[in-house]
T-cell receptor, first 114, second 115 residues
Framework: EPEVTQTPSHQVTQMGQEVILRCVPI?????FYWYRQILGQKVEFLVS????????KSEIFDDQFSVERPDGSNFTLKIRSTKLEDSAMYFC????????????FGPGTRLTVL | AQSVTQLDSQVPVFEEAPVELRCNYS??????LFWYVQYPNQGLQLLLK??????LVKGINGFEAEFNKSQTSFHLRKPSVHISDTAEYFC?????????????FGKGTKLTVNP
């Protein structure tokens, strides 16, 4: 069964450094998402992406964050200058269509900012 | 804005016992409702979803949930749990009418099934 994959599984970085989290969505999916979960808190929506542009973003997704689909398979989340409070589990998801279609989630990347 | 409350952060049960995981939501418009499960070191997997129609929704692994609009609830149930059901369960809501695709999640309930 096709699945969403994410790399790395765990990333440790120093405050102020740039990080890129990578995701490979399911191949025939058109909608892509990033969510994050700070330890002990809810899974929170960050951004959705369709047709090579952001379709929706949350208040969390400020200028420090960007997303890109650099080729036909990868979907990346970049954090330009990491802060301590960016430490979280980051989940990528994809769906065939929007709204009624199931969002399939990857296993997550645990980002630790020191 | 919509929100989801999962009152129980942890639910321990014995194998073959029934279980109910509670979920309440708040929203001013029609919603879609979801239950996801997360096994250790894995991603979130959809158990079931309510979009419209019958309020009783059956999902994978013997789980079902009932949408109750008057109580704004979407509780998850299973009549007899197995050790393998030990996982974290997340309730989520979306508001399709507003054009949004995002899922809004509860904090999750850790279900532990003991022998």
């Amino acid at each position: 069964e096709p699945e969403v994959t994410q790399t790395p599984s765990h990333q440790v970085t120093q405050m102020g450094q740039e990080v890129i989290l990578r995701c490979v969505p399911i191949s025939n999916h058109l909608y892509f998402y990033w969510y994050r979960q700070i330890l002990g808190q809810k899974v929170e929506f960050l951004v959705s992406f369709y047709n090579n542009e952001i379709s929706e973003k949350s208040e969390i997704f400020d200028d420090q964050f960007s997303v890109e689909r650099p080729d036909g398979s990868n979907f990346t989340l970049k954090i330009r200058s990491t802060k301590l409070e960016d430490s979280a589990m980051y989940f990528c998801a994809s769906s065939k269509g929007n709204r009624v279609d199931t969002q399939y989630f990857g296993p997550g990347t645990r980002l630790t900012v020191l | 804005a919509q929100s989801v409350t999962q009152l129980d952060s942890q639910v321990p049960v014995f194998e073959e016992a029934p279980v109910e995981l509670r979920c309440n939501y708040s929203s001013s418009v029609s919603v879609y409702l979801f239950w996801y499960v997360q096994y250790p070191n894995q991603g979130l997997q959809l158990l079931l979803k309510y979009l419209s129609g019958s309020t009783l929704v059956k999902g994978i692994n013997g789980f079902e949930a009932e949408f109750n609009k008057s109580q704004t609830s979407f509780h998850l149930r299973k009549p007899s749990v197995h050790i393998s059901d030990t996982a974290e369960y997340f309730c989520a809501v979306s508001e399709p009418q507003g054009g949004s695709e995002k899922l809004v999640f509860g904090k999750g309930t850790k279900l532990t099934v003991n022998p």
